[in-house]
């Protein structure tokens, strides 16, 4: 049986009331009270209902944003980008942001992250989900605010989804080295399970395909997001097989790779054209400057805070999904 108000008055040490009023922020009650009974929320796993939300006398005009950066991972620089877009629009409408990093990648983590936000009563969730399938947000959430993911397009629960076109990114790649008379390209990519890998993978496929070029399987690499798997990928990669081209799908895997060529000294585009994902200042400080798909995180974030700023305070029930546009770099690398 799920704890009510009153188990968790009596855990704190407080009165019915003075929960309350902690919870709809409709009387002056100390920090350290506060603490004390959001701590017990979190323990006893109390969430006000709706009927409860809706008794209070205003909004918390606070957004949540969870997303997955390990303290290792650059994919940090993109989510950060994300988070400053989201930031710059929420403040403008004269919302807070409250974020949280998940460092783990465990789910039990990120539901307590969830569980946690819910104990601050926040008006909405921004989140980039680390599972592919979310329907415990079914549970945690049920109906009490609006959720917009970011970044991947997960399953399980009825949510607006704002994604770059990672799909189309990765088919503009492929197909430029195809232009480039290129016919063996390798791929690096992150772990697949999750949209974002898996659709930059279907646009390498794609684009070899309408290009009546055979897909081969051992031409890709599928590794762990993290600088280490990116250079041992590409050594792998290039000892076992002859190619020349290799687009690599994400940054931190490309930054792997970009060392390993460099130890070999390889001439870039001569003997392997390159292009990366996402776009850094590193990747104009390699020699030659890298080529990249470009992601619009910023412009991410924007509309990720646009769309729940519109489902907090308008009733539209029709979810929908939005895919920015990536745009190819081109520099010296291919």
Known sequence: MRSGIKQVAEKAGVSIA??????????FVSEETKIKVFHVMKELDYRPNSAARSLRSQKSNTIGLIVPVLPSDTSNF???????GIQSTLKR???????????????EDEKEQIKLFNSKLIDG???????????YLNDIVASDYPIVFIDRKPSGFSGDYVL?????GSY?????????GHRRIGLITGGLGISTSNERLEGYKKALQDNGIPFDSSLIKVSESNFESGYESAKSLLSEHSISALFVANNVLTMGVMRYLQ???MKIPDELAVIGFDDYDWTQLTTPPLTVIRQPSFEIGEKAAEIMINRIEKTDTNYKEYRLPTTLVMRGSC
């Open 93 to 107: 409408h004269g919302y807070h942001l409250l974020l949280s990093n998940n460092t783990t990648e465990e789910i």
């Open 125 to 135: 969730l921004i989140i980039a989900s680390i599972a592919e399938d979310v329907s």
């Open 18 to 27: 003075t929960v309350s009023h902690v919870i709809n922020n409709t009387r």
């Open 164 to 168: 770059a076109d990672g799909y189309g």
């Open 78 to 84: 993109f989510f950060m980008m994300v988070a400053q």
């Open 263 to 265: 130890e070999r000294q």
């Open 172 to 180: 503009e790649a492929v197909h430029t080295f195809i232009e480039k």
